[in-house]
């Protein structure tokens, strides 16, 4: 049995919260809510940097200017956003670790479109 659910938004950080969300679940992420919100918003601004070479992407992605946007815009104070940033180096899941040294795990990392769209596509066997 196959099931296609097709999500729309017009809001980029929407798509990453449901994906990371189900990555969460799948992964054995065991990620809390705030977790979620910060994963989410390092996945949207490596979307936004997608365009610069991997070594370039990953100094922006955890610049101290890219920290203190995600700050501002996931609303998390910056105490709880150093503290969760920590937690994320430490937490593993079945593809391994979510940050490796400074960098985010290829594995987690997810593309999109620019028109918002997900399409989540569920297979039972």
Known sequence: MEKVIKLSTRKDIVVYLIYVKMISILHNLNLREKQQQVLAYLLLYNQRYK???T???NRMLFSTESRKQIVIDSNINKGSFDNIMSELTKMEGTEGLI???GKLNEKYIMYHEEN???NIQIMLK
Do not use: A, S, T
Request: aromatic share 0%.
């Open 51 to 53: 365009h610069l070479p």
């Open 55 to 57: 070594g370039e992407r």
């Open 99 to 101: 940050v490796i040294d």
């Open 116 to 118: 918002n769209n997900i």
